[in-house]
């Protein structure tokens, strides 16, 4: 049996960041961390993960637990660790016969093989840790600690080869789940195991931390962090250079939206640039993970607005090389969707079947989109990917930073200018179009010939922020709510060729352009 405890809300720093979740349910990698937690429970084991009573699981989640054969058990809102173990294991009906494990909510580590076992690591930060003294009769000290650089701190990861001494250690403490651990070790002995990959992510710190040790661990060889910068290279010189020229060209008035720039490099023979590490969430991420109110998003929404006039504010000088509007769209999304089709073995003159309604062709949608785009010729400042996964937000400061600008035109030409329109759109497709929602896999969808099933995961809860953007966006730059969705059809159709990687994830992108129509139809 293998327990994940995550039966209260992760504490008050971290919900002023991601609102009322519990820990299993902070984002990682554009993942829940249950998933990441899952994902290292040892083969055999029966896999159980608590909640607080009072939270409610999204359809998504409950069907990916489903399907990994987790169960869900909810618990009554702040009970104590042992108090709430208690609990958990009277809802398993399990007959305590195997040995039982059991991770901390905020906890990511390969468990250790041992029975009776628990791990430790050593820490840097001074939270409340409950440590590892072998010399002394209380061999686990949990208050008034001295930490020191040489302490070992419990990391959040136990095995009991008996459960019923565990309860009955429970009992004699008055559920106090850390003095339960001091008598379990004196009856059966409890060994220690040092844990060399333990992310914690139960405080704002350590939560920061742990995300950039597991991004650089999983980092393409094309990235390389360190707790000071970020350095990006590619085969793709040009790409980097571009991005690296945006950064240093942009006008001091948008300097302090993106991360300071540190250099470009040359490195093994290709061109490299470093950035400071900023240690922010990305807005992907707390749109689709958090639970922030509509308040904070208002506070976004309004630098994301600072950011767009002030680059709306400046104009392109008369020999910048620019991408038109059309090349930006139409020209770009026909090529890239004839090529899709191709690939796909699709007609694009064939009409499709969408959710049991017949609907357009492929080649009919694009048409009908182009018809109600912006045709603005001013050139401006222009991020070029302003999307919520290019955008990081940090809390202390109500400040948005930039990243991964796209720095260049359909022929490669470095330039920092373009159309704002374009990154409207970009917003707009995150904010409205949901893509960040289908790259998480919040979606079902289903394609037999040129018929889709398609559907996302429930979003009423963004119905409010979604309204806000559209109608300041629309606002701030006289554009119609037809426009705004007519540009995104054109943005989800031209990226289809780019993820072929993923089938159904290229499906539920298709899919969502004849979403987005449906919309644009209904929109005044």
Known sequence: MFLIMSGSYVGQDLRAEFGMIPPSFLPLGNRRLFQHQVALVPKGKRIYLSIPQSYQVETFDKQWLTAHDVELLALPDDLSLGESLMAALALTSQSFDTDLSILYGDTLLTP???????????????????????????????EDTNLTSKSQVVSGFFNFSSPRTLIRCLSQTHWNFLQALNV???????????SHDWLDFGH????????????????????????????????????????SLWFQHIPNELKHFSPQFLGEYTKNGKVAYRLEYLYHNALNELFVFARLPEMTWRQILLQMRTF???????????????????????????????????????????????????????????????QHLPTSQMATVMHGDFCFSNILYDFRKNRIKVIDPRGMTADNQPTIYGHIEYDIAKVCH??????????????????????????????????????????????????????????????????????SDDLSRQNALLANAFRLYNCMLEAK
């Not at 041992?114 to 409340?128: E, F, L, M, P, R």
């Not at 179009?433 to 289908?438: A, K, T």
């Open 308 to 370: 767009l006039s002030t680059c709306y504010s400046m104009t392109a000088p008369e020999y910048a090389v620019t991408d038109s509007l059309e090349t930006l769209f139409a020209s770009k999304t026909e090529q890239r969707l004839k090529q899709f089709c191709q690939e796909r073995q699709f007609d694009w003159t064939h009409p499709w079947t969408y959710n049991q309604h017949p609907h357009l062709s492929l080649k009919a949608l694009h048409e009908a989109s182009l």
């Open 204 to 243: 704002v710190n350590t939560y920061y931390r742990s995300k950039a040790e597991y991004t650089t661990q999983r980092a393409f060889n094309e990235l390389t962090i360190t707790p000071d910068w970020i350095e990006k290279s590619s085969v793709k010189e040009h790409k980097i250079v571009a991005e």
């Open 184 to 194: 379990y070790h004196k009856a059966l002995g409890i060994q220690v195991s040092q």
């Open 430 to 499: 995150s904010v409205i179009g949901l893509y960040d929602w289908i790259i998480a896999g919040y979606y079902s969808v289903d394609i037999n010939k040129y018929t889709i099933e398609f559907s996302l995961a429930d979003t009423d809860h963004l119905s409010d922020v979604q309204q806000l953007f559209l109608d300041t966006l629309c606002a701030d730059y006289q554009l119609t709510a037809k426009a705004l969705y007519a540009m995104q059809i054109q943005l989800f159709l031209s990226m289809l060729p780019l993820h």
């Open 112 to 142: 250790p093989t041992q029975k009776d076992v628990i791990t430790i690591a050593q820490v840097d930060s001074g939270y409340n840790w409950a440590t590892i003294d072998e010399n002394n009769s209380q061999w686990l000290a949990t």
